[in-house]
């Protein structure tokens, strides 16, 4: 009886242990030069993504008159590729990276452009119009976590500079036309999101033993543990059903 | 054969799960928001403390905004939106009426203008009726149920320039203000607020929200004064569909703006005898960008 008592105990501190273990063992160098690879596979066929009735504004029909808008819950390529997961190692220990380049989340066409922007805290990116037609961006984070805001766009309108404070997966959407849906995805350290091959390649790794989450928007996360050494890559592959 | 005990509990289980989704998520307890009980407002030579609120709180409040300021008080059920607005959740502290940037806490100033102002076509009336002193110890007592005041400073707010004179020149340029921001995409080119987006339009919670209505004889939320419409677009109204325009409109096409929306609405006024002589007509939605 006593005994059974003290798993619970033994088991907590020996996972302390390793942690400890594991957190003083990893060095980690912000100028890590390995990295993670690997491919995003949809399990099964697409699920049908339905078309988006745009007619609320004309500027967005004529926009999309040869190449008809669907939802982008799930984009798959022909080899099943996954595209629009964000990857990052969900233990990262060391601080955010901010990449000197600007991220772009565009909206043009009446649809976000990339549909999934991933993030580091603080990162910069800007938010830009192509449209000749108003949108307003208005990001919906947890107030508890970030500082949500609200921007017109109107045509011809000056881009608007922002960052995230804290890792947060963020949607965004537009409320004059209510099918612009996308996601900031605000992740701590290196990240990479899929192309349309459903590949991805996570930049910066310093060597060591990491757990590589992906998130895709519908269908959720998973993670796998991968070990870089100094310099290597190590590979992560990952399959999605949808749900 | 169900007995007439089972039916009514029946409904009654249907009605509680029908209510959870729009039950707004209480993140705080009591416990985390009491650690805040410390907090003061500061309104003109007025100071507020939290500690100071709680009966009024208790006495006038607490039945719509809830112990725990989650704006799930025992009568929030009964205003369903979007005929009625839910009242606010002061945990997550945003704010629509408010002199500050949008993603900005507001003033203490802000919160004591709205809480003596009250919000049109909404169960908040206005609590003129309390001292100052009463409504700064509020002010007070609503920014203690939100962690966001103890991390953040309040945006700095926005100048407003001294009003022009109306000129039917300005009230014209206002018309090109409306069309060039598209405006009418909710409020629609009359202001009746029948835009072809107005119908989809929801609050950052989900809930569905109407665009302001300028024609029907109801008040803006946040004031009715020429300045607190330029307030309105320039800063947006926080958690609500409407975006701040402060990126889009300069100040004197602000102005111009402010007299342009008075032509829609209800109330007599010298835009509106300008418009008439003007013999101005709607915007055309179709009109190509920038060809009014």
Redesign the interface.
Known sequence: MRNRHNYPGLLSALVLICCAALILGQKVNAAGNGKITGTVKLDGPAPHMRGIDMSKDPYCVKAHASDPAHLETYVAGANGGLENVVLYISDWSGSALVSTAVPVFDQKNCVYSPHVLALDPGETFKVTTSDQTAHNIHPLPNPMVNVGWNQSQPPGAPPIEKSWKNPEIIPVQCNIHPWMHGWFVVVKGPYATTDSNGSYTIDNVPPGSYTVTAWQEAAGTQTAKVTVAAGGSGTADFTFKAK | MRTKLQNWMLLLSSAALLALPSASSA?LSTFDIETRIGMESHVGNVNGHAKDAKGDYRRYCVGCHGDLGDGNGENAVWMPPPMYQQPRDF????FKCRSTP???LPTDQDLFDSITRGFDRSNMPPWNTFTKQERADLVAWVKHFS??WLN?KPGTPITIPPEPEVTPERIKAGRDVFA???CW??HGVQGMANG??AS???D?LGRPIAAFNFTDGSRPKCGDTDQDIYRIFMT?L?G?????????IKPDEAWDLVFYLRTFMHQKSKEKEMAKTLGLKPVDP?AP?GQQ
């Not at chain 2, 945990?91 to 945003?94: C, F, N, S």
């Not at chain 2, 609500?240 to 889009?248: E, G, H, L, V």
């Open positions: 993140q945990q997550l502290g945003v949008t993603g900005t962690p966001r953040e060039k921001v598209q995409k909710c072809p987006s989809t339009l929801t950052d947006g926080d609500t569909p409407m975006p701040s325009f402060a990126d889009n179709n960008v």
